[in-house]
């Protein structure tokens, strides 16, 4: 695979997966920036095409809800994504926001 994030997705497993319809879809997290209040992660996602996220959510990272989160945007647009897009930019709603 001759991409620069070919590094980041030759490793032994993927950081997640997704069964969205009948395709899986790995994810792998290549980047995680922040900035202020908000983080920024850029993911890679390998299913039956190749495409690039960043998501942008509430820092810290690191609870189970932000990474359940992270993987329902992502699902979402997958499903979404009929056009073949291969990029995007997608936000997590602050938990207070997923409650109302």
Same mark, same amino acid.
Request: proline share 4%; aromatic share 6%; glycine share 4%.
């Given at each position: ?7 980041? *997705?030759?490793?032994? !497993? ?9 395709? %899986?879809?790995? #994810?792998? +997290? ?22 690039? *996220?960043?998501?942008? !959510? ?9 990474? %359940?989160?992270? #993987?329902? +945007? ?27």
């Amino acid at each position: 695979m001759k991409h620069e994030l070919s590094h980041v *997705v030759n490793s032994p !497993a993927a950081h997640a997966s997704l069964i969205v319809d009948s395709d %899986r879809w790995d #994810l792998y +997290v290549f980047g995680v920036t922040p900035v202020g209040r908000d983080m920024f992660l850029q993911l890679a996602l390998i299913g039956p095409r190749i495409c690039t *996220v960043t998501v942008r !959510a509430r820092a810290p990272i690191g609870n189970i809800s932000t990474a %359940r989160g992270v #993987l329902a +945007v992502v699902r979402d647009w997958i499903e979404s994504s009929h056009d073949d897009a291969d990029q995007a930019y997608l936000e997590l709603a602050v938990v207070s926001e997923l409650a109302s």
